[in-house]
Protein backbone atom coordinates (compact mmCIF):
# COMPACT_ATOMS: atom_id res chain seq x y z
CA UNK A 1 0.00 0.00 0.00
CA UNK A 2 2.94 2.38 1.43
CA UNK A 3 4.25 1.44 -2.74
CA UNK A 4 1.27 2.03 -4.28
CA UNK A 5 0.81 5.43 -2.27
CA UNK A 6 4.59 6.80 -2.92
CA UNK A 7 4.34 5.60 -6.56
CA UNK A 8 0.90 7.89 -7.03
CA UNK A 9 2.57 10.55 -5.21
CA UNK A 10 5.85 10.42 -7.33
CA UNK A 11 3.34 10.19 -10.28
CA UNK A 12 1.83 13.61 -9.35
CA UNK A 13 4.95 15.23 -8.99
CA UNK A 14 6.55 14.45 -12.12
CA UNK A 15 3.33 15.58 -13.64
CA UNK A 16 3.39 18.69 -12.11
CA UNK A 17 7.06 19.22 -13.39
CA UNK A 18 5.74 18.56 -16.57
CA UNK A 19 3.39 21.41 -16.57
CA UNK A 20 5.70 23.77 -15.36
CA UNK A 21 8.05 22.85 -18.19
CA UNK A 22 5.17 22.74 -20.56
CA UNK A 23 4.23 26.20 -19.19
CA UNK A 24 7.80 27.92 -19.34
CA UNK A 25 8.58 26.28 -22.44
CA UNK A 26 6.19 27.71 -24.25
CA UNK A 27 7.18 29.93 -27.10
CA UNK A 28 4.16 32.01 -27.86
CA UNK A 29 4.64 35.31 -28.88
CA UNK A 30 3.01 38.46 -28.00
CA UNK A 31 3.22 42.31 -29.33
CA UNK A 32 4.89 44.56 -26.53
CA UNK A 33 4.57 47.67 -26.23
CA UNK A 34 7.62 50.23 -26.16
CA UNK A 35 8.82 53.25 -24.52
CA UNK A 36 12.30 53.92 -24.23
CA UNK A 37 14.90 55.23 -21.84
CA UNK A 38 16.45 58.81 -22.44
CA UNK A 39 19.64 60.60 -21.33
CA UNK A 40 20.58 64.33 -21.23
CA UNK A 41 24.12 63.47 -19.64
CA UNK A 42 24.65 60.66 -23.09
CA UNK A 43 23.21 62.45 -25.73
CA UNK A 44 25.79 65.43 -24.63
CA UNK A 45 28.82 62.63 -24.19
CA UNK A 46 27.59 61.55 -28.14
CA UNK A 47 28.40 65.47 -29.03
CA UNK A 48 24.31 65.79 -29.94
CA UNK A 49 24.78 69.41 -28.44
CA UNK A 50 27.84 70.45 -29.62
CA UNK A 51 27.06 74.86 -28.86
CA UNK A 52 26.56 73.12 -25.45
CA UNK A 53 23.14 75.26 -25.37
CA UNK A 54 20.69 72.93 -24.88
CA UNK A 55 19.38 72.55 -28.39
CA UNK A 56 20.74 69.28 -29.86
CA UNK A 57 19.53 66.99 -26.97
CA UNK A 58 16.46 69.28 -26.75
CA UNK A 59 16.16 68.55 -30.58
CA UNK A 60 16.71 64.73 -30.25
CA UNK A 61 13.95 64.58 -27.21
CA UNK A 62 11.42 66.05 -29.25
CA UNK A 63 11.71 63.79 -31.90
CA UNK A 64 11.26 60.87 -29.48
CA UNK A 65 8.20 62.15 -29.30
CA UNK A 66 6.85 63.50 -32.57
CA UNK A 67 8.47 61.45 -34.63
CA UNK A 68 9.18 58.25 -33.33
CA UNK A 69 5.84 59.04 -31.44
CA UNK A 70 6.98 57.41 -28.27
CA UNK A 71 4.43 57.58 -24.88
CA UNK A 72 6.68 56.03 -22.98
CA UNK A 73 9.59 57.45 -21.38
CA UNK A 74 12.06 56.81 -18.65
CA UNK A 75 13.84 60.05 -17.46
CA UNK A 76 16.92 60.04 -14.81
CA UNK A 77 16.85 62.47 -12.35
CA UNK A 78 20.51 62.96 -12.13
CA UNK A 79 21.87 63.45 -8.12
CA UNK A 80 24.88 65.31 -9.46
CA UNK A 81 23.42 67.72 -11.68
CA UNK A 82 19.77 68.21 -9.76
CA UNK A 83 22.09 69.05 -6.65
CA UNK A 84 25.07 69.88 -8.12
CA UNK A 85 26.07 72.35 -4.25
CA UNK A 86 24.50 71.06 -1.39
CA UNK A 87 21.13 72.54 -0.57
CA UNK A 88 20.81 74.12 -4.33
CA UNK A 89 18.66 72.56 -7.01
CA UNK A 90 18.75 72.87 -10.43
CA UNK A 91 15.55 71.04 -12.76
CA UNK A 92 15.87 73.41 -15.13
CA UNK A 93 16.53 70.85 -17.60
CA UNK A 94 14.80 68.23 -16.23
CA UNK A 95 11.33 70.52 -15.55
CA UNK A 96 11.41 70.89 -19.32
CA UNK A 97 11.67 67.13 -20.10
CA UNK A 98 8.77 66.55 -18.05
CA UNK A 99 6.27 69.05 -19.66
CA UNK A 100 6.85 68.45 -23.07
CA UNK A 101 6.62 64.71 -22.17
CA UNK A 102 3.31 66.01 -20.87
CA UNK A 103 2.25 68.27 -23.64
CA UNK A 104 1.72 64.97 -25.83
CA UNK A 105 0.37 62.57 -23.21
CA UNK A 106 3.22 60.80 -22.66
CA UNK A 107 3.73 58.93 -18.88
CA UNK A 108 7.44 59.30 -17.28
CA UNK A 109 8.91 56.86 -15.23
CA UNK A 110 11.68 59.08 -12.85
CA UNK A 111 14.68 56.87 -12.09
CA UNK A 112 16.38 58.48 -9.16
CA UNK A 113 19.04 57.57 -6.49
CA UNK A 114 22.82 57.47 -6.15
CA UNK A 115 22.68 54.23 -8.71
CA UNK A 116 21.09 55.76 -12.13
CA UNK A 117 20.87 54.83 -15.44
CA UNK A 118 24.30 55.24 -17.87
CA UNK A 119 28.14 54.65 -17.03
CA UNK A 120 29.36 54.77 -14.14
CA UNK A 121 26.17 54.21 -12.58
CA UNK A 122 26.94 55.80 -9.96
CA UNK A 123 26.32 59.73 -10.41
CA UNK A 124 27.19 61.24 -6.93
CA UNK A 125 27.50 65.37 -6.80
CA UNK A 126 31.35 66.57 -5.88
CA UNK A 127 30.35 68.05 -2.99
CA UNK A 128 29.63 64.57 -1.31
CA UNK A 129 32.27 62.81 -2.87
CA UNK A 130 34.73 65.49 -1.08
CA UNK A 131 32.75 64.85 2.74
CA UNK A 132 32.14 61.20 2.35
CA UNK A 133 34.51 59.56 5.02
CA UNK A 134 32.32 56.66 6.01
CA UNK A 135 31.82 53.89 3.97
CA UNK A 136 29.12 54.29 0.64
CA UNK A 137 25.76 55.17 1.51
CA UNK A 138 26.44 55.37 5.06
CA UNK A 139 26.38 58.16 8.45
CA UNK A 140 25.78 61.18 6.81
CA UNK A 141 25.27 60.35 2.87
CA UNK A 142 22.79 58.58 3.72
CA UNK A 143 20.81 61.25 5.04
CA UNK A 144 21.69 63.55 2.21
CA UNK A 145 20.68 60.81 -0.03
CA UNK A 146 17.43 60.77 1.35
CA UNK A 147 17.11 64.65 1.58
CA UNK A 148 17.61 64.52 -2.63
CA UNK A 149 15.16 61.71 -3.06
CA UNK A 150 12.23 63.79 -0.65
CA UNK A 151 13.00 66.87 -2.98
CA UNK A 152 12.43 65.40 -6.49
CA UNK A 153 9.25 63.41 -5.28
CA UNK A 154 7.80 66.87 -3.21
CA UNK A 155 8.93 68.46 -6.72
CA UNK A 156 6.96 66.52 -8.95
CA UNK A 157 4.15 64.63 -6.74
CA UNK A 158 1.42 66.76 -7.75
CA UNK A 159 2.21 66.62 -11.31
CA UNK A 160 0.61 63.69 -13.47
CA UNK A 161 2.84 63.19 -16.29
CA UNK A 162 4.78 60.74 -13.68
CA UNK A 163 3.00 57.62 -13.76
CA UNK A 164 6.18 55.82 -11.54
CA UNK A 165 9.03 56.34 -8.96
CA UNK A 166 12.19 54.43 -9.96
CA UNK A 167 14.17 53.69 -6.72
CA UNK A 168 17.94 53.28 -7.84
CA UNK A 169 18.57 50.92 -10.83
CA UNK A 170 20.07 47.44 -10.38
CA UNK A 171 20.37 48.22 -6.62
CA UNK A 172 21.45 44.95 -5.80
CA UNK A 173 23.26 43.69 -8.79
CA UNK A 174 27.15 44.77 -8.96
CA UNK A 175 28.21 46.32 -12.38
CA UNK A 176 29.66 50.16 -13.05
CA UNK A 177 31.95 52.35 -11.12
CA UNK A 178 30.67 52.13 -7.82
CA UNK A 179 29.38 49.50 -5.13
CA UNK A 180 26.27 48.21 -4.52
CA UNK A 181 23.28 49.75 -2.73
CA UNK A 182 22.66 48.39 0.85
CA UNK A 183 19.79 46.72 1.19
CA UNK A 184 19.03 48.74 4.60
CA UNK A 185 19.47 52.10 2.41
CA UNK A 186 17.46 50.58 -0.25
CA UNK A 187 14.52 50.11 2.20
CA UNK A 188 15.12 53.23 3.46
CA UNK A 189 14.93 55.06 0.09
CA UNK A 190 11.67 53.10 -0.35
CA UNK A 191 10.00 53.92 2.38
CA UNK A 192 10.42 57.76 2.38
CA UNK A 193 9.07 57.35 -1.27
CA UNK A 194 5.83 55.95 -0.04
CA UNK A 195 5.16 58.49 2.56
CA UNK A 196 5.31 61.46 0.14
CA UNK A 197 3.34 60.13 -2.84
CA UNK A 198 1.05 57.14 -3.69
CA UNK A 199 2.71 56.49 -6.52
CA UNK A 200 3.91 52.87 -8.00
CA UNK A 201 7.82 52.03 -6.76
CA UNK A 202 9.62 50.66 -10.06
CA UNK A 203 12.74 48.21 -8.73
CA UNK A 204 15.01 46.93 -11.17
CA UNK A 205 17.56 43.89 -11.61
CA UNK A 206 20.01 42.81 -14.02
CA UNK A 207 18.30 40.19 -16.55
CA UNK A 208 21.06 37.65 -17.67
CA UNK A 209 23.35 37.24 -14.48
CA UNK A 210 21.44 39.11 -11.83
CA UNK A 211 20.04 37.27 -8.99
CA UNK A 212 18.01 39.57 -6.69
CA UNK A 213 15.32 39.32 -8.65
CA UNK A 214 13.17 37.67 -6.45
CA UNK A 215 13.14 40.01 -3.52
CA UNK A 216 13.38 42.46 -5.64
CA UNK A 217 9.68 41.86 -7.58
CA UNK A 218 8.15 41.29 -4.07
CA UNK A 219 9.71 44.55 -2.29
CA UNK A 220 8.65 46.72 -5.67
CA UNK A 221 5.21 47.65 -7.09
CA UNK A 222 6.61 47.33 -10.89
CA UNK A 223 9.21 45.24 -11.36
CA UNK A 224 11.52 46.17 -14.04
CA UNK A 225 14.38 43.66 -15.80
CA UNK A 226 16.79 44.33 -18.49
CA UNK A 227 17.18 42.28 -21.32
CA UNK A 228 20.66 41.96 -23.30
CA UNK A 229 21.59 39.52 -25.84
CA UNK A 230 24.92 40.67 -26.71
CA UNK A 231 27.17 42.05 -24.24
CA UNK A 232 31.02 42.63 -23.92
CA UNK A 233 33.28 41.81 -20.91
CA UNK A 234 36.60 43.15 -20.57
CA UNK A 235 38.27 40.20 -19.86
CA UNK A 236 36.38 37.70 -22.17
CA UNK A 237 35.35 40.61 -24.79
CA UNK A 238 32.28 40.04 -26.63
CA UNK A 239 29.52 37.64 -25.37
CA UNK A 240 25.94 36.48 -26.94
CA UNK A 241 23.83 34.83 -24.11
CA UNK A 242 22.70 32.30 -26.51
CA UNK A 243 22.25 29.76 -24.06
CA UNK A 244 19.80 31.46 -21.94
CA UNK A 245 16.27 30.78 -23.71
CA UNK A 246 13.02 32.91 -23.28
CA UNK A 247 11.55 30.90 -20.93
CA UNK A 248 14.02 32.05 -18.09
CA UNK A 249 12.95 35.66 -18.61
CA UNK A 250 9.26 33.83 -18.45
CA UNK A 251 10.27 32.62 -15.15
CA UNK A 252 10.51 36.32 -13.96
CA UNK A 253 7.43 37.33 -15.79
CA UNK A 254 5.48 34.09 -13.70
CA UNK A 255 7.13 35.48 -10.10
CA UNK A 256 6.56 38.43 -10.17
CA UNK A 257 3.03 39.02 -12.18
CA UNK A 258 1.26 36.00 -11.00
CA UNK A 259 2.37 34.92 -8.11
CA UNK A 260 3.16 38.58 -6.44
CA UNK A 261 0.75 40.22 -8.57
CA UNK A 262 3.24 43.31 -9.53
CA UNK A 263 3.18 45.25 -12.63
CA UNK A 264 6.10 44.13 -14.99
CA UNK A 265 8.10 45.84 -17.53
CA UNK A 266 11.65 45.28 -19.16
CA UNK A 267 13.25 48.45 -18.11
CA UNK A 268 16.36 48.49 -20.74
CA UNK A 269 16.06 46.62 -24.04
CA UNK A 270 18.63 46.57 -25.98
CA UNK A 271 19.13 48.48 -28.79
CA UNK A 272 22.34 50.00 -29.03
CA UNK A 273 25.95 48.15 -29.15
CA UNK A 274 27.78 47.47 -26.18
CA UNK A 275 31.21 48.18 -26.13
CA UNK A 276 34.32 48.90 -24.24
CA UNK A 277 34.32 52.33 -24.39
CA UNK A 278 31.99 55.78 -25.69
CA UNK A 279 30.52 54.31 -28.80
CA UNK A 280 30.85 57.34 -31.16
CA UNK A 281 34.66 56.32 -30.34
CA UNK A 282 34.30 53.35 -31.99
CA UNK A 283 34.26 52.09 -35.71
CA UNK A 284 30.62 50.97 -37.35
CA UNK A 285 32.18 47.72 -38.07
CA UNK A 286 32.71 47.34 -34.66
CA UNK A 287 29.55 48.56 -33.20
CA UNK A 288 27.48 46.33 -35.58
CA UNK A 289 29.19 43.70 -34.05
CA UNK A 290 27.03 44.21 -30.92
CA UNK A 291 23.91 45.69 -32.82
CA UNK A 292 22.45 46.28 -36.14
CA UNK A 293 19.45 46.24 -37.94
CA UNK A 294 19.17 42.43 -38.15
CA UNK A 295 20.42 42.27 -34.47
CA UNK A 296 17.48 44.53 -33.10
CA UNK A 297 15.02 42.00 -35.14
CA UNK A 298 16.49 39.12 -33.54
CA UNK A 299 16.71 40.76 -30.08
CA UNK A 300 12.93 41.98 -30.58
CA UNK A 301 12.09 38.21 -31.69
CA UNK A 302 13.43 36.52 -28.55
CA UNK A 303 11.44 39.56 -26.17
CA UNK A 304 8.16 38.81 -27.72
CA UNK A 305 8.39 35.44 -26.01
CA UNK A 306 9.44 36.50 -22.56
CA UNK A 307 6.36 36.83 -20.94
CA UNK A 308 6.94 40.71 -20.68
CA UNK A 309 4.25 42.81 -21.80
CA UNK A 310 5.78 46.37 -22.17
CA UNK A 311 9.65 47.04 -22.77
CA UNK A 312 11.59 50.29 -22.69
CA UNK A 313 14.49 50.78 -25.27
CA UNK A 314 18.31 51.00 -24.44
CA UNK A 315 19.78 53.14 -27.09
CA UNK A 316 17.52 55.87 -28.94
CA UNK A 317 20.31 58.43 -28.30
CA UNK A 318 23.18 56.26 -30.39
CA UNK A 319 19.81 55.75 -33.25
CA UNK A 320 19.81 59.49 -33.43
CA UNK A 321 23.68 60.32 -33.34
CA UNK A 322 23.66 57.35 -36.53
CA UNK A 323 20.90 59.09 -38.70
CA UNK A 324 22.45 62.45 -36.98
CA UNK A 325 26.06 62.20 -37.90
CA UNK A 326 26.93 58.78 -39.52
CA UNK A 327 23.66 59.18 -42.64
CA UNK A 328 22.49 56.11 -41.23
CA UNK A 329 18.80 56.13 -40.19
CA UNK A 330 18.50 52.16 -40.45
CA UNK A 331 17.99 52.10 -36.15
CA UNK A 332 15.66 54.74 -35.74
CA UNK A 333 13.60 53.63 -38.67
CA UNK A 334 13.04 50.12 -37.43
CA UNK A 335 12.05 51.41 -34.22
CA UNK A 336 9.47 53.72 -35.75
CA UNK A 337 7.78 50.84 -37.20
CA UNK A 338 7.66 49.18 -34.87
CA UNK A 339 5.94 51.30 -32.57
CA UNK A 340 3.78 52.08 -35.37
CA UNK A 341 2.50 48.63 -35.71
CA UNK A 342 2.53 47.86 -31.69
CA UNK A 343 0.85 50.89 -30.46
Known amino acids: ?29 QKLSYGVTFSQRFAEELGLDPANDGAGWKKLYIDILDDLKIRDVRLVAY ?42 ECHVPNWVKSTEVEPPYGGSTSQKLLNYIKTIIERYRDNATI ?3 QVENEPLFPFGDCETTGIGTLNKEIKLVRSLDGRPVLLTDAGEIGFAWPYLAAKSDIFGTTLYRYAHNRVLGDIRYSLIPPFYFKLKAWWANKVLGREILISELQAEPWVGTLVSNVSLEEQYKTMSPEIFKEVVGYTERSGFPKAYFWGVEWWYWMKEKKNAPEMWNAVKELVKNNP
Request: no cysteine.
Open 163 to 165: TAW
Open 79 to 120: WDRVEPKEGEFDFADLDWQVTEAGKRGAGVILAMGRKTPRWP
Open 1 to 29: MRKVKKFFILLILAFALILVSVYFSVVSR
